[in-house]
T-cell receptor, first 112, second 114 residues
């Protein structure tokens, strides 16, 4: 089955700096790669996603890149703010009717 | 309505109790999921319902019993739990369509077994 590796497990950045989180996946049939943000005491919230026919997607300060050949994808957050502090999970999915497989998560701390 | 609503938000139960967790969505999603999340870990899939039928059971102990009474509701019945079952239980839903992706998660039920 699919396996998703995520690095780093913790990341501290100064406010205003950029943060990058990287994930690799094992199943070349995976087609959809979402990123979730989870704040303390809350459920995961989808922040951005990318499909396998797209190499990059951007939404304001957040961007995701996908390299299908290397089977890795990354989350980029620019101009980080204290409210970006949370746990971020990457995930992969083969199709809409197969389960989502999560990476182990990255705890991001933005220091003011 | 673009939310998944879970009740209760917090639950403390003894090992001999029977309780139920409830999940509701009104987005027309036909797949619903139960996940278990321990502290500092990713969500772990427990059950998947697709069109109100149980399609995946990830070898979950029988003390957890899921139920999908209709396309909007998902329950998780709990009986004779152990302290190690204490966790955040998350419900999610999606369109169950091969070409439609994206899960919506609820905020979870924080379960403590004493």
């Amino acid at each position: 089955g699919e396996n998703v590796e995520q690095h780093p497990s913790t990341l501290s950045v100064q406010e205003g700096d950029s943060a990058v989180i990287k994930c690799t996946y094992s199943d070349s049939a995976s087609n959809y790669f979402p990123w979730y943000k989870q704040e303390l005491g809350k459920g995961p919230q989808l922040i951005i996603d990318i499909r396998s026919n797209v190499g990059e997607k951007k939404d304001q300060r957040i961007a995701v890149t996908l390299n299908k050949t290397a089977k890795h994808f990354s989350l980029h957050i620019t101009e980080t703010q204290p409210e970006d502090s949370a746990v971020y999970f990457c995930a992969a999915m083969i199709s809409g009717n197969t389960p989502l497989v999560f990476g182990k998560g990255t705890r991001l701390s933005v220091i003011a | 309505d673009t939310e998944v609503t879970q009740t209760p938000k917090h639950l403390v139960m003894g090992m001999t109790n029977k309780k139920s967790l409830k999940c509701e969505q009104h987005m027309g999603h036909r797949a619903m999921y139960w996940y278990k999340q321990k502290a500092k870990k990713p969500p772990e899939l427990m059950f998947v319902y697709s069109y109100e039928k149980l399609s995946i059971n990830e070898s979950v102990p029988s003390r957890f019993s899921p139920e999908c009474p209709n396309s909007s509701l998902l329950n998780l019945h709990l009986h004779a739990l152990q302290p190690e079952d204490s966790a955040l239980y998350l419900c999610a839903s999606s369109q169950a369509d091969r070409q439609s992706y994206g899960y919506t998660f609820g905020s979870g039920t924080r379960l403590t077994v004493v």
